[in-house]
């Protein structure tokens, strides 16, 4: 079992910077891919990033390349997810994803954080 929890989301002006966390806990971190989605209100959720294992391998949904960066750091068991240049359209809340298996869909992904807001005024 894995469990996830995410914290850093808040509210933030539209040009505005944010970090997001994800600790995780429970099984073996380092072999899991993980990942970023978000949900805005009366959406789908969405895929927004994922890095590999060794944080050698990212991937970013079209509407946040160059803006967001996911890492991570295993000996510390979270990843990060910088976000700068924040646009309204980025409010949603943000979940922390993993599973040995990667990709943007989230089916793909077992284990789930809670989700925290993030909202960008305009």
């Known amino acids: 079992q894995v469990q996830l929890v995410e914290s850093g989301g808040r509210l933030v002006q539209a040009g505005g910077s944010l970090r997001l966390s994800c600790a995780a806990s429970g099984r073996t971190f380092s072999s899991f891919v993980m990942a970023w989605f978000r949900q805005a209100p009366g959406k789908e959720r969405e895929f927004v990033a994922s890095?590999?294992?060794?944080?050698?391998?990212?991937y970013y949904a079209d509407s946040v390349k160059d803006r967001f960066t996911i890492s991570r750091d295993n000996a510390k068991i979270t990843v990060y997810l910088q976000m700068n240049r924040l646009k309204p359209e980025d409010t949603a809340v943000y979940y922390c994803?993993?599973?040995?298996?990667?990709?943007?869909?989230?089916?793909?992904?077992?284990?789930w954080g809670q989700g925290t807001q993030v909202t960008v005024s305009s």
């Open positions: 890095i590999n294992w060794s944080g050698g391998r990212t």
């Open positions: 994803a993993a599973d040995t298996l990667g990709g943007s869909r989230q089916t793909v992904y077992t284990y």
